[in-house]
């Protein structure tokens, strides 16, 4: 009777199969056995993959919402949650110094190939477009699968990217933009002296586009965080703050050396 007229009572609605869910368990069950001996690298491999994924899945989402194709849009939204179930399951370290150091080298991987144009151009616009975008596409897809509109997650992913671009601009990726001059200017050995300076300007706009995204998430109608707390937001300004210097450390070691290795292939 109620599949007759439309309607059908919450009880029996929940008596109802989870295909997406049980697919989604499949998943991480198969990529959780895929990954058991997976070194440091392999998970942080498989972590940026998930990554560009979700923002793939995101901005066709955000697409198919555009266009009004209902089927497309559901389709993707069980595609992002097979796909979250799948990063949850790959292995963490046991430490906290190993958590932190491998969500800092997955994320760091997913911006290398556009920061090296950037430091090879002298321009910030490889880094911040790509910010914008994988920003954008994670948050869209993100709030879709949390239940939002469309037009609400449009309304979230949209200041979400924003901070990102905003506060990238500054640190690290602005240290990177400028490299090219600064040797024409200096000289390769400065490099090191220049780098670190960029290391300890990298730390402020980090946490402030943390704590800005993390309040754009307790925004009434747009926000997933219907929980808010001084606690959580500590938290995850401290995961940051670990994140950045382990980032920054690596970027800059690999700056100079691929600097002086550059410098040198020249004088030979």
């Known amino acids: 009777m109620g599949q007759s007229t439309g309607y059908l009572r919450p009880d029996f609605q929940q008596m109802t199969r989870d295909i997406v869910g049980e697919r989604a368990a499949e998943e991480a069950a198969a990529r959780a056995e895929e990954l058991k001996d997976a070194g440091f690298w392999g998970r942080v491999g498989a ?119 905003f506060f990238e601009r500054f640190g690290m990726t602005k240290a990177l933009a400028g490299l090219k001059a600064h040797i024409a200017k200096y000289g390769v050995d400065s490099v090191p002296k220049y780098v670190a300076q960029a290391i300890a300007s990298e730390i402020p706009p980090e946490l402030a586009t943390t704590a800005t995204q993390y309040l754009v998430d307790v925004i009434p109608g747009i926000g997933l965080n219907k929980n808010p707390s001084l606690t959580d937001l500590y938290k995850q300004l401290e995961e940051t703050l670990r994140q950045t210097v382990l980032q920054a450390g690596v970027t800059a070691g690999g700056t100079v050396a691929i600097t002086k290795g550059a410098q040198k292939a020249g004088e030979a």
């Open 47 to 165: 972590g940026a993959t998930s990554e560009y994924t979700k923002a793939g899945l995101g901005l066709l989402n955000a697409y198919a919402d555009l266009t009004g194709d209902k089927k497309f849009s559901r389709d993707l939204m069980s595609a992002r949650r097979i796909e979250q179930a799948r990063e949850g399951a790959i292995p963490q370290g046991e430490s906290i110094f190993e958590r932190s150091a491998q969500g800092a080298m997955t994320s760091l991987t997913t911006q290398a190939p556009m920061m090296a144009l950037s430091a090879l151009t002298g321009s910030s616009v490889p880094v911040l477009a790509q910010a914008a975008i994988q920003q954008f596409g994670d948050s869209y897809s993100e709030g879709r699968a949390g239940g939002l509109s469309g037009t609400a997650a449009t309304a979230r992913a949209i200041p979400m990217a924003a901070a990102e671009v």
